[in-house]
Every structure is written in C-alpha cells, then in structure tokens.
C-alpha cells in the first residue's frame, strides 16, 4: 500500500526527483568527516543519499506512519540515527558530539521556528542548507530593495544567507502550491555582529525601522523616544540620508547606528 501524504505535517516529498537530489548533494557539499541532521526525512529519498556520503546521518521524523518505512530501508546502516518526535520540541544539542549540518527538505508550515530553533543551536551547527518557499528564500537572502525585512536583517545578524537554485512545484509529491527555492545560511565563525552589539539592542533598532514602512529610517527610529533631530545626527555621520527607508539600509549600517546610538546614551 503506498503512503498517503499528510497536508497536515507539510508532506511534499522529493519522490524520484534524482535531478534534484543530485543538485542538492552538490551545493550542500556533504563530506565524509561531516555529521548531518536531516529535519522530515519523509519515506528517505534524500536520506539514502546522505548516507552515501557523511559520516552520520540524523533524522527527526514527526510522524509514525513513515517510521516503519524509514527503519526497512535504513536500520541495517549504522551511520543511520533516528529520532521520532517534533523537532520543535526535540532537544537537538545532545544529538551532536562536536559539529553538524542541517541539510533538509523542511515542513514549510515551521519554516520560521526551524530556522530560529538552528539559530539557537549555532554553536553546534555551522551550515544549514534547506528547502524553503521560493518567496521566504528571497526574501532572507535580498541583498538590496523592497524584498529585504526584519527576516533578513535577523539571518544576516548570524551568517550569510545564500539562494542556490529554484524548483519548480511539479517537482514534489503532491505538487504545494507554490515553487520552492535551496538556500544555506552559514554561521559567522567569528561572531562578528554578536560581539558587536547583543541581539536585543539590534533587534530594537531594526524592528523600529521596519515598523512603518511606508516612513524613512528618521521617521521610525524616532518612535524610540529621540528627536528627530538627534536621529539625523546620528544617520548622518554614517553618510545616510535622512530619507532612507529601511529596506535600503546593509547590516553593517544597522550595526553602526545602533552602536552610535548606544554611547550616546552611555
Ligand atoms: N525529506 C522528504 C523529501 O524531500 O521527500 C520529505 C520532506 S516533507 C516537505 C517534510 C517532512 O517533515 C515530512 O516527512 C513531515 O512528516 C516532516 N515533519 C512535519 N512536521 C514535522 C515536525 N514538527 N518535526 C519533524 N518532522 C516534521
């Protein structure tokens, strides 16, 4: 009996698609030293390939109709680990001995907390790779203009987003409704923006620039109790215009201004 896809728990699977698993293998760049953890591995199909190649393959399964299928094809691999559970509620960190990569075709329904939940375990995971909604892979990895949001501010606060390659809806079992898009977000080794300023001081210097965005960037970082006059001395010693709006802003800016911002308090 064939497995009946679940809308439910995001079931899209890369049923047959070796094209694609190939591509995947090949940008995700999977070596024999690495240690992957594999988020819904549905029936194997990119599972079986990671195998071939890494050292260790974890997987996180939520549903217990795939179990059995999943242990058939793979129990008798020893590099081959399963978890059953929700991989929000899953403790990842004890499943890594030193390091890993996310390599993943994600439940698109949790894309946000999947990569907020690997964010927070940056201490053990230095690469994800993962299939997204084609519009989310845009919009974390927008280098400039309107697509770029709080989103991609928050993933370039840790790493470098990257969009690999588009693929088409037709592709999965049963085709979602939209396309979806391969992305990697590599963690910075160094912390960079981290050691700079925490992460509660930039987030509230971004969500208030973001958060009208039809103002510029002095309209909406005065909401934070400055004058409009204190706000334009301090974009102005970073050579931006009093009407930038936020979308047009790089990191870099955002971690200058918030430094700025900070010693003027002090
Ligand atoms: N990797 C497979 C493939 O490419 O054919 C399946 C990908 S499918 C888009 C998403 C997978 O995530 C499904 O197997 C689904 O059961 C599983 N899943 C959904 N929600 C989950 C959760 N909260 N925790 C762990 N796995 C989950």
Same mark, same amino acid.
């Not at 058939?72 to 680990?81: D, G, H, P, R, V």
């Not at 709080?150 to 370039?156: F, G, M, R």
């Not at 987003?161 to 999965?172: N, R, S, V």
């Given at each position: 009996m064939s497995f009946k896809h679940k809308k439910k728990y995001g079931q899209n699977f890369l049923t047959d698609q070796d094209e694609v698993l190939d591509k995947i293998m090949e940008v995700s760049g999977v070596t024999s030293e690495d240690h992957i953890i594999e988020i819904g591995p549905g029936e194997g199909a990119l599972t079986g390939l990671l195998l071939q190649?890494?050292?260790?393959?974890?997987?996180? =399964?939520?549903?217990?109709? $795939?179990?059995? !299928?999943?242990?058939?094809?793979?129990?008798? /691999?020893? %590099?081959? /680990?399963?978890?059953?559970?929700?991989?929000? =509620?899953?403790?990842?960190?004890?499943?890594?001995?030193? %390091?890993?990569?996310?390599?993943? /075709?994600?439940?698109?329904?949790?894309?946000?907390? @999947?990569?907020?939940? !690997?964010?927070? /375990?940056?201490?053990?995971?230095? =690469?994800?790779?993962?299939?997204?909604?084609?519009?989310?892979?845009?919009?974390?990895?927008?280098?400039?203009?309107?697509?770029?949001? !709080? $989103?991609? $501010?928050?993933?370039?606060?840790?790493? =470098?987003?990257?969009?690999?390659?588009?693929?088409? %809806?037709?592709?999965?079992?049963?085709?979602?409704?939209?396309?979806?898009?391969?992305?990697? @977000? %590599?963690?910075?080794?160094?912390?960079r923006y981290e050691n700079r300023i925490s992460e509660e001081l930039f987030f509230k210097y971004v969500k208030a620039a973001f958060s009208n965005k039809r103002k510029n960037i002095v309209n909406n970082l005065a909401t934070l109790g400055y004058s409009k006059d204190e706000v334009r001395e301090v974009i102005e010693q970073l050579n931006i215009s009093g009407n930038e709006r936020a979308e047009n802003l790089t990191i870099e800016e955002f971690i200058n201004l918030a430094e700025i911002f900070e010693k003027k308090k002090k």
């Open positions: 190649e890494a050292a260790k393959v974890t997987c996180i =399964e939520i549903d217990t109709d $795939l179990e059995k !299928i999943l242990r058939k094809k793979y129990s008798t /691999n020893e %590099k081959f /680990n399963l978890v059953m559970g929700d991989v929000l =509620e899953v403790d990842i960190n004890p499943l890594i001995e030193k %390091k890993a990569k996310v390599v993943a /075709n994600i439940p698109y329904y949790i894309t946000s907390p @999947i990569i907020n939940k !690997i964010i927070d /375990n940056r201490d053990k995971i230095d =690469e994800m790779y993962v299939m997204v909604q084609k519009e989310v892979a845009e919009r974390v990895c927008a280098d400039s203009g309107k697509e770029r949001s !709080i $989103l991609t $501010l928050a993933v370039e606060y840790y790493g =470098e987003a990257e969009y690999l390659f588009t693929i088409p %809806k037709e592709f999965f079992t049963p085709a979602p409704k939209v396309d979806s898009a391969f992305m990697s @977000i %590599k963690f910075y080794g160094d912390r």
